[in-house]
C-alpha cells in the first residue's frame, strides 16, 4: 500500500519536460539554457573543491604542452642529494659543514645566495656559520609562518618584514594569511635577510599558489623570492605598496617594492602569486652539495648567478606534486616563483575572468540555440558533438591565453555549461521529436487504421507497391437518400448527421473486433481479420447494433419535405482481399482491393432495391450456420457477370420486442441517393 501510495504522489508531480514541449520550441530552448546555467552554478558550487582540482590540473595543460627547455643560467640549484647525505652524513650537518658549503658557493662566484633551509637551535658551528654568511655577496635564510596548525609554535625569530604593509586593516582590502605560529633561525641570525617558504596547499596537495606576504603577529613578513629581490639591490628600505588594479586584464591586486622599481608583482585576493610551471624541470641546472664542497665542480656554473640551496633528496620529505611530477623537490618551486619575478611574467588571474568566462558560455548558449533550432539531422547529431567539442573548446582557449600570455583564465564553468546545456537541448529535441511523431502517429491513426499508421509514422515513404494478401470479413454501411438531404439542407446540418453516424457507427465497430479501413463520402467500409465463423458472427452483430442504434437515434420516420427518409444499408461478405499502399512516394493511398471488396460494395447497394437493411453474400452466410437468415434469391450484381445469392436475417416477435426495435420500412426509391 505504501509503495502504491508514493507511486501515485510521484505521478501527480509536475513533469518539466512536459511543461517544456508544451512552451513553444524558441521558449523552451531559453528555458533549459538558463536552467543549464543555474545548474552548472549548483555543481560548482556543491562540488567546487573537485571540480577546480580537475580544472587546475586540465589547465596546466597550457604549461606542460608548450613546456620550455631552455636552460635557465640565471638560477642554479645546489642540492642535499642522496650523494650529498651519504658523502657528508644525515641531514641536519654540522654547521661548519654549512659554513663550507656557504663559502665554497661564494668562492665560486655566486651573486647572491638563497638558502631554502633555517637553523631554529643555537648548535656549535653557528658562529661559523654566520661569519660565512656575512662574508658573502648576497644571503637569505628561509623562516616558516605556521598556517596549519591548531597550536601556537613560536621557535627562533622572525625578522626581515616588509614597511608600509598594513596587516591589520589594508588600505588595499587584500586578506593577507594571518598567524601566530612560526619557525626561523635563532636571534644569532637575525642580521641575515630572511623570507618564508610557506606555501598555499591545495586540497589535492599540490602548490599552485605562494603567499608573497605572510603577517606574523601583525608583521607581514616576504616570500623567501621576494626577499631575494630587495637583499639583491643591497637596500636597507625594505617597503612595499599594495594597490588595487582598476584594468579590465588586470590582476586583482599589484605589489610595487619600494626598493625595486618597475617591478610590478600580480596577486589574487588573498595576496598569493601563482606559480609558473611554464618552464620544464630540466630546464633548472642541479648540482650536488657535496660536490661543490669538494670543489669538483666546474667553475663556471655558479660564477654571477643566484643560488638556490635545497634539499632534493626523497628522505628528506620536502616533495611536492607538481603538474610534472608527484614528488618534485620544494626548491625547485623557488627557483620558478624567482625565474617569473626576474622575467616580470609571474602568471595571474584577471579580475575580468568571471565576466569574460561568462561571454564565452554566453557565446555557447548563442551556438547551441542555433544548432537545436537547424532542421533535421544537423540538430540530431549537431548537439551531442556539441556536448563533446565545446569543453574542449572553453579547454584550448585557456590553453592558448595561458601559453602566450601568462593568464590563468579558467575554463571550467562554459565546459561543464557547454556539456550540461547540449545534452538538455539534446533531451529536449528528442522529447519533442517523440511528441511531434506521436502526435502525425495519433492524427493519421484517426484517418487510417493504426497498423497502417505506424508505418507510415516510423517508415520513410516508397513507390513501390506495399501490399499483402489476406482473408478478410467486409462490412460496407452506407446512409442512403443522403445526397439529397445535403441538397435540400444547410452544409452544417449534413455534417453534423454525416459525423455521428460515423462516430457511432465506429464505436460499434470497434467493441465487435473490427476496424474501419476507410470513410468515403456518405459510407465506410469496415474490415474484420480472417475469413472465419468468428469473423463473420461479430460483423453480423455490429450490422445488426449500428442497424438498431443509428436507426432509433439518427434516422427519423420523418424527412423533409419532398425527400424520402434517410435509411442504413448494410452489406457483409467474406473472402481473399489485398491489403496495403500504392502510388507514387509523395502521395501514398491505402487500399483495400479484390473481389471480395466489390461484391461486399455491391451486395450494400441492393439494400435499397431488396428493401432490406441488411444483406450477407453467399460466402459469409455460410459460416453462419447457426444464425437464422432468410434467402433473398440469386442476383447478378452489377458490374459482375456470376450471380450471388444473398441472404438477410430473420427478426422474431421476440427480439424486436426486447431490443425495441421496429421492423424497418425502408422504400424503393427511382434512381440511386448518391
Excluded at 562 to 568: I, Q
Aim: include cysteine; aromatic fraction near 6%; hydrophobic fraction near 45%.
Amino acid at each position: 500500500m505504501q509503495s502504491a501510495s508514493l507511486l501515485f504522489k510521484l505521478k501527480q508531480l509536475p513533469n518539466p519536460l512536459q511543461f517544456l514541449l508544451n512552451l513553444m520550441p524558441g521558449s523552451g530552448r531559453l528555458v533549459v539554457l538558463t536552467s543549464a546555467a543555474l545548474l552548472t552554478a549548483l555543481l560548482v558550487l556543491l562540488f567546487g573543491s573537485s571540480l577546480q582540482t580537475l580544472e587546475e590540473r586540465l589547465g596546466a595543460l597550457g604549461w606542460t604542452l608548450t613546456a620550455d627547455d631552455t636552460l635557465e643560467q640565471r638560477i642554479t640549484l645546489v642540492t642535499i642529494d642522496e650523494k650529498s647525505l651519504s658523502q657528508i652524513g644525515p641531514w641536519p650537518w654540522p654547521r661548519e659543514d654549512m659554513a663550507r658549503l656557504v663559502t665554497a658557493i661564494d668562492e665560486a662566484g655566486a651573486q647572491l645566495q638563497i638558502h631554502d633551509v633555517f637553523y631554529s637551535e643555537p648548535k656549535i658551528g653557528d658562529s661559523e656559520l654566520l661569519a660565512a654568511l656575512q662574508a658573502a655577496k648576497g644571503a637569505v635564510l628561509a623562516q616558516v609562518p605556521v598556517l596549519q596548525s591548531d597550536q601556537v609554535v613560536r621557535v627562533g625569530a622572525m625578522s626581515h618584514g616588509l614597511s608600509n604593509v598594513n596587516c591589520i586593516n589594508p588600505s588595499s582590502g587584500v586578506s593577507f594569511a594571518n598567524t601566530q605560529s612560526f619557525i626561523a633561525s635563532h636571534a644569532g641570525f637575525e642580521t641575515i635577510a630572511k623570507g618564508h617558504i610557506t606555501p598555499d596547499v591545495a586540497s589535492d596537495g599540490s602548490i599552485r599558489r605562494f603567499p608573497a606576504v605572510v603577517c606574523v603577529d601583525g608583521v607581514p613578513y616576504p616570500a623567501l623570492s621576494i626577499s631575494a629581490l630587495l637583499q639583491a639591490t643591497n637596500s636597507q628600505n625594505w617597503g612595499a605598496r599594495i594597490s588595487t588594479d582598476t584594468s579590465l586584464l588586470g590582476p586583482d591586486y599589484r605589489m610595487q617594492l619600494d626598493a625595486y622599481p618597475g617591478l610590478s608583482i600580480p596577486l589574487d585576493h588573498d595576496g598569493n602569486l601563482r606559480i609558473s610551471y611554464k618552464e620544464a624541470p630540466t630546464s633548472f641546472q642541479a648540482i650536488s652539495a657535496a660536490d661543490v664542497i669538494a670543489g669538483t665542480i666546474e667553475p663556471s656554473l655558479l660564477q654571477n648567478t643566484w643560488v638556490l640551496v635545497g634539499a632534493t633528496a626523497l628522505s628528506m620529505g620536502d616533495v611536492v606534486p607538481t603538474p610534472y611530477s608527484g614528488s618534485t623537490p620544494g626548491v625547485e618551486l623557488q627557483a620558478r616563483i624567482l625565474g617569473s619575478l626576474l622575467d616580470a611574467k609571474i602568471p595571474y588571474t584577471p579580475r575580468s575572468a568571471t565576466w569574460l568566462l561568462g561571454l564565452l558560455t554566453l557565446a555557447f548558449a548563442v551556438a547551441l540555440l542555433k544548432l537545436a533550432a537547424a532542421p533535421g539531422r544537423i540538430s540530431a547529431y549537431g548537439l551531442p558533438v556539441a556536448g563533446l567539442v565545446l569543453p574542449i573548446v572553453a579547454l584550448l582557449v585557456h590553453i592558448q591565453i595561458l601559453s602566450s600570455s601568462e593568464i590563468w583564465l579558467g575554463w571550467l564553468f562554459p565546459a561543464l555549461y557547454g556539456l550540461l546545456a547540449a545534452s538538455m537541448l539534446l533531451l529536449l529535441e528528442q522529447g519533442r521529436v517523440r511528441v511531434e511523431r506521436n502526435r502525425v502517429y495519433g492524427n493519421l491513426s484517426s484517418y487510417l487504421p493504426i497498423d497502417v499508421a505506424k508505418e507510415i509514422a516510423y517508415n520513410l515513404p516508397s513507390s513501390a507497391i506495399n501490399a499483402r494478401r489476406s482473408d478478410a470479413t467486409l462490412l460496407s454501411a452506407d446512409l442512403r437518400n443522403f445526397a439529397a438531404f445535403g441538397e435540400a439542407r444547410p452544409a452544417e446540418e449534413s455534417a453534423a448527421v454525416l459525423h455521428f453516424f460515423f462516430v457511432r457507427a465506429t464505436e460499434v465497430i470497434e467493441q465487435h473486433g473490427g476496424r474501419v479501413h476507410e470513410f468515403k463520402g456518405d459510407s465506410l467500409l469496415a474490415v474484420w481479420d480472417g475469413h472465419n465463423r468468428e469473423a463473420a458472427e461479430q460483423a453480423l452483430l455490429a450490422a445488426q447494433e449500428m442497424h438498431r442504434a443509428i436507426d432509433q437515434n439518427m434516422l427519423s420516420q420523418e424527412s423533409c419535405q419532398g425527400l424520402e427518409p434517410l435509411a442504413l444499408g448494410i452489406g457483409i461478405e467474406q473472402g481473399p482481399a489485398l491489403i496495403g499502399s500504392i502510388g507514387p512516394a509523395h502521395r501514398r493511398s491505402h487500399s483495400l482491393l479484390g473481389d471480395t471488396v466489390t461484391i461486399t460494395l455491391r451486395i450494400q447497394e441492393l439494400t435499397e432495391e431488396l428493401a432490406q437493411p441488411i444483406l450477407i453474400g453467399e460466402c459469409a452466410a455460410r459460416q453462419l450456420g447457426s444464425q437464422q437468415l432468410e434467402s433473398q434469391g440469386s442476383y447478378l450484381l452489377n458490374g459482375l457477370r456470376t450471380p450471388h445469392t444473398l441472404f438477410s436475417p430473420a427478426f422474431t416477435e421476440a427480439q424486436q420486442q426486447k431490443s425495441g426495435t421496429r421492423q424497418p420500412e425502408l422504400k424503393v426509391v427511382a434512381g440511386r441517393g448518391k
